[in-house]
C-alpha cells in the first residue's frame, strides 16, 4: 500500500485549501471542499475494507451510494491543513442510501466532515446528472462576492450580467452564469437542497451575505471559477459608486461568445 500523504488527490486538496486560504476566502474554520474519488485510486492507498468509524449525515442520497469523498473536516481551520492534514481531512465512503459515512482515512482527532456536507453532497448529485465528469464542490467566502451581496440586486440574471461586464473573460469562464440563494441558514438540509436545485443551471451558487459554492470536473478549475467571480466582482465593487463611462456591450459579448465558441446562459443577452 502507497502512502496516502502522496497521493495526487490529497497533494492536490492541501495545494487548494492553501491557495484559497491565501487569498483571503477562507478566514478561520471558513469554507469546506470535497473531491469525489474513484474506488481504483483510494484502494491504491487504503484497505477499503477497513471502516474507522461510522458517521450519521443526516440526509440521503441514494444515487452516490458507495461513493467515496475526500472532504474538509468541520471547524477545521484551512491555514492549518498542510501541517496536519490527516486531522483536518477524511475520506469517506457513503453507505445505507447514503444515511451513513464510513471514515477509510483522517479526522484522527475524533473529528467528522464539514458541516455542509449536505450542500456538498446534494450538489455533487445534481451537478453529476448534468455532467458526469463533475467531481468538486467548492465553498468558501471570497470578500468581495461577498460585499456584492450587500449592495447589488440578487435577480440571478442582473447579478450575472454584472459580472460579465466586469472582466472580458467572464463569459468565456462562466457562460452558465451565477445562480443566487437568498440568506438562509447555512449547515442545514434545506440550504443544501436549495443549493444543489441552483446547481442544476449553473456551477456557481452565491450565498447571500456569506458565500459562493463551484462545481467543476476538478479542484483547479473549480477554483478557478470562483477566482473569475471574485476578480469580477472585487472590480464591481471598486466602481460601484462611480459614474460609468464604459462597459462590455451585449453585442461585444456575442463576439466573445462565437469567438470562444460558448453559449451565455438561454435570455441573459439581448
Ligand atoms: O464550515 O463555511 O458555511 C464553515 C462554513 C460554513
Ligand atoms: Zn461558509
New binding site residues.
Given amino acids: 500500500m502507497r502512502d496516502i500523504l502522496t497521493a495526487p488527490f490529497v497533494v492536490e486538496i492541501i495545494r487548494t485549501v492553501t491557495n484559497m486560504y491565501n487569498h483571503g476566502w477562507?478566514e478561520r474554520?471558513?469554507?469546506?471542499v470535497s473531491l469525489l474519488l474513484e474506488e481504483a485510486e483510494v484502494k491504491e492507498y487504503l484497505n477499503t475494507e477497513k471502516v474507522l468509524r461510522s458517521l450519521s449525515t443526516g440526509f440521503s442520497a441514494p444515487e452516490l451510494e458507495g461513493k467515496y469523498f475526500l472532504v474538509?473536516g468541520?471547524?477545521k481551520y484551512f491555514k492549518n491543513v498542510q501541517y496536519a492534514p490527516d486531522a483536518n481531512l477524511g475520506i469517506v465512503r457513503l453507505t445505507d442510501g447514503g444515511k451513513t459515512a464510513e471514515l477509510l482515512w483522517g479526522f484522527t482527532d475524533g473529528g467528522r466532515f464539514?458541516?455542509?456536507f449536505p450542500a456538498h453532497i446534494m450538489s455533487h448529485a445534481a451537478r453529476l446528472k448534468i455532467d458526469p465528469g463533475n467531481r468538486v464542490v467548492m465553498?468558501?467566502?471570497p470578500t468581495n462576492l461577498l460585499a456584492m451581496t450587500y449592495i447589488h440586486s440578487l435577480d440571478e440574471r442582473e447579478f450575472t450580467r454584472t459580472l460579465w461586464q466586469m472582466c472580458t473573460e467572464c463569459i468565456v469562464v462562466f457562460p452558465d452564469g451565477v445562480n443566487v440563494l437568498p440568506w438562509m441558514l447555512?449547515?442545514t438540509n434545506e440550504i443544501g437542497e436549495a443549493t444543489a436545485e441552483k446547481m442544476k443551471t449553473a456551477r456557481l451558487v452565491v450565498?447571500a451575505q456569506?458565500?459562493i459554492y463551484g462545481a467543476g470536473k476538478d479542484l483547479d478549475e473549480t477554483f478557478g471559477l470562483i477566482e473569475t467571480a471574485e476578480k469580477a466582482a472585487e472590480i464591481y465593487v471598486k466602481i460601484a459608486g462611480l459614474p460609468w463611462e464604459n462597459t462590455i456591450t451585449d453585442e461585444q459579448m456575442h463576439q466573445l461568445e462565437k469567438h470562444f465558441g460558448v453559449r451565455a446562459r438561454e435570455g441573459y443577452l439581448s
Fill in positions: 477562507d474554520n471558513g469554507g469546506n474538509t468541520t471547524g464539514t458541516s455542509e465553498h468558501c467566502h447555512c449547515g450565498w456569506h458565500g
